[in-house]
Antibody, heavy 117, light 110 residues
Framework: EVQLVESGGDLVQPGGSLRLSCAASGFTFSSYWMTWVRQAPGKGLEWVAYINSDGSKTYYVDSVKGRFTISRDNTRESLYLQVNSLRADDTAVYYC??????????WGQGTLVTVSS | QSALTQPPSASGSPGQSVTISCTGTSSDVGGYNYVSWYQQYPGKAPKLMIYEVSKRPSGVPDRFSGSKSGNTASLTVSGLQAEDEAEYYCSSYAGSNTYVFGTGTKVTVL
């Protein structure tokens, strides 16, 4: 059974940084593209970033380019999202998900990032 | 990277059918057969219900079906059940390794 467990969300001040993690199990992690998707409180879903299976290629939504970095460690079966220069509008639940043909398939339960002073 | 357009709400009585539309452009919905639909309950993670326009993942009831015509995709839920009351989001590949979600539709079972 595919399991994805996110962690690392916290309350952080504007301009601050966090590193979100996603621990994967139940599938061959190194074979799959992965993605982060976020959801602001009471709002819809927003795709944030993709990373290919070996971590050599990354893609981002325009609003986070230069501030967020997606990465992975296939030996640890873990996905990461380094979020820097945080703004109030980055406040959201951040989900990791497996990807098949650009489509998020299996999702974790999410981790909440709150940006506030 | 504009969100796909969905109606804010839809409703139907138990046993009836409800159809949700998802309108994009030729750069996303109309340009690729990578349209998906997700079901989300409050406080829970989204669940994939339909992918590649009309395919159902294992375990998803065949009451859920998807289709596409031009720049508009649709999700139909037949034989509505109380458990189908949830938020539904469409999504699509949008080219250049980017992805876009819809605005969401709240389905109410009357």
């Amino acid at each position: 059974e595919v399991q994805l467990v996110e962690s690392g969300g916290d309350l952080v001040q504007p301009g601050g940084s966090l590193r979100l993690s996603c621990a994967a199990s139940g599938f061959t992690f190194s074979s799959y593209w992965m993605t982060w998707v976020r959801q602001a409180p009471g709002k819809g879903l927003e795709w944030v970033a993709y990373i290919n299976s070996d971590g050599s290629k990354t893609y981002y939504v325009d609003s986070v380019k230069g501030r967020f970095t997606i990465s992975r460690d296939n030996t640890r079966e873990s996905l990461y999202l380094q979020v820097n220069s945080l703004r109030a509008d980055d406040t959201a639940v951040y989900y990791c998900a497996t990807v098949d043909w650009w489509t998020p398939h299996h999702w974790g339960q999410g981790t909440l990032v709150t940006v506030s002073s | 990277q504009s969100a796909l357009t969905q109606p804010p709400s839809a409703s139907g009585s138990p046993g009836q059918s409800v159809t949700i539309s998802c309108t994009g452009t030729s750069s996303d919905v109309g340009g690729y057969n990578y349209v998906s639909w997700y079901q989300q309950y409050p406080g829970k993670a989204p669940k994939l219900m339909i992918y590649e326009v009309s395919k159902r993942p294992s375990g998803v009831p065949d009451r859920f079906s998807g289709s596409k015509s031009g720049n508009t995709a649709s999700l139909t839920v037949s034989g509505l059940q109380a458990e189908d009351e949830a938020e539904y989001y469409c999504s699509s590949y949008a080219g250049s390794n980017t992805y876009v979600f819809g605005t969401g539709t709240k389905v109410t079972v009357l």
